[in-house]
């Protein structure tokens, strides 16, 4: 029997907190094995509980959500941790900030809770997720402020793929689902997720979203009009 995913839910509210505990704990496959007020608390039970998915609110007193995220998942953190940011907030540079400190997903509170339950459940398999209004021109907006010279032709970062990695690599950054890829390239799903571990093994990714990145600034994906 796979042991239930292990949640960590970071939010001030506690009214917010009490709700997302509830949804988690409703999941057969799911538990809530701790939770934090503020953004301190959040890196202090996540370093101990070390769960599976920390849900993590932007706005938090001590220390808000992105310097905690870039604590648990950043650059310079040992071991990254998933984190799964869910805010009210649709601004872009807290959809940048987070991307940057490390973030697997960005959902927002609005989101139903069985999108809620999927996102923890899409971001603990690796794979990144974005709310629908975190849309590709807003990803491209981001990817362009770090834009190094393109290099979509297969050198620079890429230049260790295949076509058919690059291929799905762009496919991948238009936001497609690994069933949708393989619809697309009409290959089993089990080839396209080959194709996307080997992608993030050999570009030395964490997951989905740094991939997506990666491939609008490269150039793999023309930036949005």
Not at 29 to 43: I, L, R, Y
Not at 78 to 98: C, I, R, S
């Amino acid at each position: 029997m796979t042991a239930p995913l292990r949640v960590l839910i970071c939010e001030d509210q506690a009214l917010v907190r009490a709700g997302y505990v509830t949804i988690f704990n409703a999941q057969p496959d799911m538990t809530v094995v701790g939770e934090a007020e503020n953004g301190h608390e959040a890196v202090h039970e996540a370093l101990r509980l070390r769960p599976d998915v920390v849900v993590m609110d932007i706005q938090m007193p001590l220390l808000d959500g992105i310097a905690a995220t870039r604590r648990l998942a950043g650059p310079g953190a040992e071991h990254p941790m998933k984190v799964l940011v869910v805010t009210t907030f649709t601004v872009d540079g807290y959809v940048y900030e987070a991307l940057r400190a490390g973030a697997s997903g960005f959902l927002l509170k609005d989101t139903p809770p069985a999108g809620l339950v999927a996102g923890v459940r899409t971001v603990a398999a690796g794979e990144s997720l974005l709310a629908p209004s975190v849309t590709r021109e807003l990803i491209g907006r981001y990817a362009e402020r770090l834009r190094p010279a393109p290099a979509a032709d297969g050198g620079g970062p890429l230049a260790e793929l295949t076509p058919r990695e690059r291929e799905v690599l762009r496919l991948v950054a238009d936001g497609l689902s690994n069933a949708e890829i393989a619809a697309e390239l009409v290959v089993a799903a089990e080839t396209v997720k080959t194709h996307v571990s080997r992608i993030l093994n050999k570009l030395d990714l964490r997951d989905r979203v740094q991939a997506v990145v990666l491939a609008h600034r490269t150039g793999l994906v023309p930036p949005a009009p």
